[in-house]
């Protein structure tokens, strides 16, 4: 399903007092091209930051940070009660305290007690600010009260200190927001505590220094997938082939690889420390016998054919590895099937004889090919588990997918692991 299919939705964007309130001015545009109705609410602070003609501008509509604007309209009940998401970016610690203890100083503060919709906070604050216990007490406060509030990225602040506290890329606040809009369950905050290694992209065989045999992943699923389990509290490594995501997922380790085999090695050194594995990755399953050294020329013969050696196995390789013991017995093993379909079977036959051939404990099976699945931004497909339940994913976005798959595997991480 394109965007423009996506029904059109009412979403309050509150803005806070923080240098990042510019970056929102690209979340704004984002929802409204894709045909949302937006209103903006700032604080009084954001508009230091950003003018309210930028925001009307944007959003089509005017803006006001006070109860008393507008009295008439009842502006703070209207606006909470008509919205089908709200997004509180950037969010201060000031601005999360305030919501956390239920205060209505302001417009925003006051819609925020009328709202009955998803509600996303988006941090942005110096990592000092972002540590200090007060602030974990209101995140804490605000997850308690259903709210989802994202891992903020790490990278450089204002000023010359770097570190957790920055903006999540703008694309993927709004891929966040998306989600709550088509689930509005999708991000409860189940996996902290839970380390999730996860492959992602298509490896790339070389030939010579120029040259390389490659398939089309994107990334995109490794990447939402990595996006929500980040976003419910899991600590989350990506190990990445060749990817055309648009940007690394907020609060994300990314292992960058090009081969088969450095993946092969990355994975299963990570697997051993653990909880959960997804193995999301294209792996190429052949590799060129020889790499030349040097770029190979066309000659007078014609070319030369290419001889291929098979790659190893690598989820297969990880669960001989868990029985063998090397990896822990509840480490929970996730693999990924593109189908076709051809004349032996249709796209879940070959998915349920795959997941009984490499021996995981769920096996996500996508339809490719007609343009499906690679590098799209929907998906769908079936989850199907070892223990011999079917489930049907249903056509929604990658990061929609993404929580359906992290729904089963938290229920198969043992109790006492995470949060
Ligand atoms: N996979 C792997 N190592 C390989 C090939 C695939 O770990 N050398 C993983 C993929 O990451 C995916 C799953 O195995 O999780 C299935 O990949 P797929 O390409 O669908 O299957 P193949 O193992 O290549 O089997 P076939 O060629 O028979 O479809």
């Not at 423009?4 to 929802?31: D, M, N, T, W």
Request: charged fraction near 20%; charge should be negative; proline fraction near 6%.
């Amino acid at each position: 399903m394109s965007n423009s299919a996506r029904p059109r939705r009412r979403i309050l964007v509150g803005v806070g007092g923080g240098i990042a309130a510019y970056k929102v001015c690209s979340v704004i545009r984002h929802f409204t091209e894709a045909g949302h109705e937006v209103r903006v609410v700032p604080t009084e602070a954001a508009l230091r930051f950003v003018g309210a003609a930028t925001f009307e501008a944007l959003s089509g509509h005017p803006v006001s940070t006070d109860v008393f604007d507008d009295v008439d309209q009842v502006a703070h009940v209207r606006l909470g009660q008509g919205a089908d998401l709200v997004v509180v970016a950037p969010a201060t610690a000031d601005l999360m305290a305030r919501a956390a203890s239920g205060r209505a100083d302001d417009l925003l503060t006051a819609s925020l007690l009328t709202v009955r919709c998803p509600v996303l906070f988006v941090p942005a604050m110096h990592t000092e600010m972002w540590d200090h216990p007060a602030t974990a007490a209101n995140v804490a406060t605000l997850r308690a009260h259903g709210a989802t509030v994202m891992t903020p990225a790490s990278g450089r602040l204002t000023g010359t200190d770097s570190g957790p506290g920055r903006l999540p890329d703008p694309q993927e606040i709004s891929l966040i927001g998306e989600l709550l809009l088509e689930r509005p369950d999708a991000l409860p905050y189940d996996l902290a505590g839970v380390r999730v290694v996860i492959s992602a992209g298509g490896t790339r065989e070389p030939l010579d220094p120029v040259r390389f045999l490659g398939n089309h992943s994107s990334g995109k699923q490794g990447f939402a997938l990595a996006r929500a389990a980040a976003q419910r509290g899991a600590t989350v490594t990506v190990v990445a082939g060749s990817t055309a995501d648009p940007g690394d997922p907020a609060g994300v380790e990314i292992v960058r690889v090009a081969t088969a085999e450095q993946l092969a090695v990355e994975m299963t050194k990570r697997s051993a420390e653990s909880d959960v594995v997804i193995m999301a990755a294209a792996v190429a399953d052949f590799r060129p016998v020889a790499v030349a050294d040097a770029k190979i020329k066309k000659g007078q013969d014609g070319p030369a054919p290419i001889e291929l050696t098979t790659n190893p196995d690598i989820l297969r390789g990880l669960v001989e590895s868990r029985m063998a013991g090397q990896i822990p017995a509840e480490t929970v093993i996730v693999g990924f099937a593109a189908e076709t379909g051809d004349e032996t079977g249709g796209v879940l036959d070959h998915g349920r004889a795959k997941l009984a051939r490499k021996g995981c404990d769920l096996l996500v099976v996508n339809a490719v090919g007609d343009g499906k699945a690679f590098g799209t931004e929907d998906n769908t497909g079936w989850l199907l588990s070892a223990n011999g339940a079917e489930t049907a994913l249903p056509l929604g976005s990658k990061t929609l997918m993404s929580s359906r798959i992290l729904d089963e595997v938290r229920a198969l991480v043992p109790d006492g692991r995470g949060a």
